[in-house]
């Protein structure tokens, strides 16, 4: 037994020494694991406090005798104007055009005694308020008087109809209300209201109004640069209409943000066509050309090109964190950990997809004309929004390697553009452009951003490396479709804070005096100094 026994001791005590080791081990890799769960989680903290909300201290900024009852009446005057731009130009209505041109020298008087009118090939507008230091280059503010149709069909779901201008208890409705005859009679409304108040800037202020940026901007946007290149001139920056003050972005929870775009993407259509044999339909020979070309297009749709949580797209993140909710917060503070999680999550969504990466959308499939017929010929056209990381040379690129099929010939359309350059956030016109933001819009933060579509402000990029692109309205996703869409509307609200932004901006940026007592007054970039209002 003993002999057993001390058999048994031996492997006993090899058997509870190995099993120590492994416990050693197994409680070793425990605490490895816990410390290591620890640091990150450290680190993780760490990064989201540093992350938080800074205490802001909005500055006090008044507008004494805004007319805002006037100022909704003439806008609603103004939304009554069929300026509607169409593809084919067959819905244009010059008279229309004249007769907003008539209206806009009526309702502001003191605009048009005080700054110059010009009137650019024959329907877009420029005026001109000149400033007194010839040092200080000028800014410029632009919109565009001309609004799409409305779709044929839809107009009696309108709850008003959509050139009626009707004005309720809370909103003006009708075509033009958010996109964009309020930032066209915003902006001269500002200027009235300055010129009131004896206001004269000390740089001289642009104001340009194109008539077809709904089309492309050809014949109105394009014009003006032509004549402001022409006298050379060179802004310090320019105000577009762009993106908007988002509410619950992200999520419910999240407090409403001013998106700036700093950059816009480009446009790139290109046709794939391809020719095969064709014949009866009774006697196929093997593949038919649609059905080599929808291959070709399965192809694209399914490997789109690599999105970048980086640039642009990092930096409207990293700003928008400090007011998210903690998830969101942990994440983009910890992108080093997160990265994939969240940029998924980001590509999951339509809009923060299309910001994220060059989009690729099929928008015409042609081939065929009769049912027992094989055709030659298939043609598509794929429409891509080109990303400023990429170029139209790389789109193409990847097209090809993406086909990779000789068969299909690629042919790039007319009208292509490549993304703009991306503007400056950390110079001071960004900074006041925050400072004024936030200055009329007490609840918000501004963060940088990418603008998806298109503006006119793709045409001016020659005067300025300094474009931004924002408008200032409330919208949560179901107002945006409204723009373009059915009961586009502004609420009088957001119209009078709308026109106190661009008094606000102009003060701050254009170092506007008080006329009066421009030289006992010392006013500084701010408008602290100002005595009127
Ligand atoms: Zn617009």
Sequence with gaps: MTQVSENFILPHCYQSSVLTLIITSLEYSFYLLLVTLLGVGLVVLTRTIMFT???????????????????????????????????????????????????????????????????????????????????????????????????????????????????????????????????????????????????????????AFGHDEEVDGIEGAMKIAEVLERRGVELDYLLDEGLVIAHNLLSQKQEPVALVAIAEKGYLSLELSVESEGGHSSVPQGVTSIGILSGAIHKLESNPMAGHLSGIMRSTFE???????????????????????????????PATNAAMRTTTATTIFDSG?????????????????????????????????????????????????????????????????????????NDVSVSPSLMVGATDARHYTHLTKNIYRFLPIRSDASDLDRVHGTNERITIDNYADMIRFYIQMMRNTAVVLPRTDSHSTKVNLFGAGDTTA
């Design 53 to 207: 909300q800074k205490a802001r201290t909005p500055r006090d900024v008044s507008f004494s005798g805004l007319d805002i009852h006037g100022a909704v009446q003439r806008l609603s005057q103004a939304i009554q104007f069929k300026t509607v731009s169409t593809q084919d130009q067959h819905g244009f209505n010059a008279d229309e055009f004249r007769r907003q041109h008539a209206f806009i020298q009526e309702s502001f008087p003191r605009v048009h005694q005080h700054l110059k009118r010009e009137v650019i090939n024959e329907f877009s507008l420029l005026y001109t308020w000149q400033g007194n230091d010839e040092k200080l280059k000028p800014v410029m503010f632009t919109s565009h008087l001309d609004v799409v149709p409305v779709e044929p069909g839809t107009e009696g779901d309108w709850e008003y109809p959509p050139f009626s201008g009707h004005i309720t208890d809370t909103h003006v409705y009708g075509r033009g209300t958010m996109d964009v005859q309020c930032g066209v009679m915003g902006l001269l409304e500002a200027v009235e209201w300055l010129l009131e108040h004896g206001y004269k800037p000390a740089r001289t202020i642009y104001l």
């Design 319 to 349: 700003t928008m964190a400090p007011r998210l909710p903690i998830p969101y917060r942990s994440a983009i503070a910890n992108l080093w950990l997160f990265r994939k999680l969240f940029q998924n999550r980001l590509s999951a969504e």
């Design 369 to 441: 004309i009769k049912e027992n017929l094989i055709p030659t010929q298939a043609k598509a056209v794929v429409n891509f929004r080109v990303h400023p990381h990429d170029t139209i040379e790389k789109v193409i690129a990847h097209v090809r390697k993406t086909v990779e099929d000789p068969r299909i010939k690629i042919r790039k359309l007319d009208g292509y553009i490549e993304p703009s350059p991306v503007s400056d956030t950390n110079c001071k016109y960004y900074k006041l452009l925050k400072v004024s933001i936030r200055q009329v819009f």
